[in-house]
C-alpha cells in the first residue's frame, strides 16, 4: 500500500512539478503546496465549529456525539472542491496531508477535541481502496495527526459493502441503503476512548451516521465526527 501510494506521489510531483495546486501558477518555493493568493482564498471558506454548527446539527437526534466540526464550506466550482478532487481522484497524496494537516489545526483552535484519543477514517470498501490504491480519509488522517497527539486506527472497521448514490432519497431510504454497511473487526484498541471519525466530506451526513452507530456499540467509546468539507450545496 505505501508503495502504490509513494509512486503516485512521485508521478504527481513529476507532472506537476512546482505548481500551485489550486491555480496552476509558480510556486516561489516547491515545498509549497498552494500559491499566496490561493491560501488566502482558501480562508475565505473557513468553517467555524462552535456547539451548535451546522455538522453538528446534522446529527442531532441521530447519534449520541460529543463534538462534530469541518475545515471549510464546500461548493460546487469552487477552490476546495478541485483541491479535494485532487486527493480522491488523482492521488495527490501530499495535498492531501497537507488538508490534513489543515483540519487537525481547525479542530485544535476550535478547543472541543483535545480529549480525542484515537482517529478512525470512515473506511472504503476494499475493492474500492485497492483500485484508488488509498483511502483519501486515512490520507487525512495522517495529516490530522501529525498535529494532535491521537493514534490511528484504520483498521478497527470496516466497510461491507459500497452504498448507492444518496442523492434524491427520502431519510428513510437513506439509512436502509447504510444500515449494516459496517462491521467493527477489532474493537480493543476504541474500547472507553475519545474516537474521532473522520471522512472527506458531509452531506446528507448518512454513511458517517451509519459508521458512528457502530462505533458507538464499543464499550465506553465516545464519539465525535470531523470531515475536510461541509457541502453547502
Ligand atoms: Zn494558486
Not at 136 to 151: F, H, W, Y
Request: hydrophobic fraction near 40%.
Amino acid at each position: 500500500m505505501n508503495a502504490v501510494r509513494h509512486i503516485a506521489t512521485d508521478l504527481y510531483q513529476l507532472l506537476f512539478p512546482d505548481l500551485c495546486s489550486g491555480c496552476g501558477s509558480n510556486l516561489v518555493q516547491s515545498t509549497q503546496l498552494l500559491c499566496l493568493r490561493c491560501e488566502q482564498k482558501l480562508a475565505e471558506y473557513q468553517f467555524h465549529g462552535s456547539p451548535g454548527n451546522r455538522v453538528e446539527k446534522i446529527f442531532y437526534g441521530r447519534l449520541n456525539i460529543e463534538a462534530a466540526s469541518c475545515a471549510y464550506y464546500f461548493s460546487k466550482e469552487s477552490l476546495v472542491q478541485h483541491l479535494i478532487h485532487q486527493l480522491k481522484y488523482e492521488s495527490h497524496i501530499s495535498l492531501g496531508h497537507w488538508l490534513g494537516r489543515q483540519l487537525g489545526i481547525h479542530l485544535r483552535n476550535t478547543g472541543r477535541f483535545d480529549a480525542v484519543t484515537a482517529i478512525v477514517p470512515l473506511p472504503l470498501f476494499k475493492r474500492k481502496e485497492k483500485k484508488r490504491g488509498y483511502n483519501q480519509a486515512t490520507i487525512l488522517c495522517e495529516g490530522v495527526r501529525s498535529v494532535m497527539p491521537v493514534t490511528l486506527c484504520a483498521t478497527s472497521v470496516i466497510r461491507n459493502r459500497v452504498s448507492a448514490t444518496q442523492t434524491r432519497k427520502s431519510r428513510w431510504e437513506r439509512w436502509q441503503n447504510v444500515a449494516d454497511i459496517f462491521s467493527i473487526r477489532d474493537a480493543s484498541a476504541l474500547e472507553h476512548q475519545h474516537v474521532l471519525l473522520i471522512d472527506d466530506v458531509i452531506t446528507t451526513g448518512a454513511t458517517l451516521e451509519a459508521c458512528g452507530s457502530v462505533l458507538q456499540q464499543i464499550p465506553g467509546l465516545k464519539l465525535y465526527i470531523a470531515t475536510l468539507a461541509f457541502a453547502d450545496l
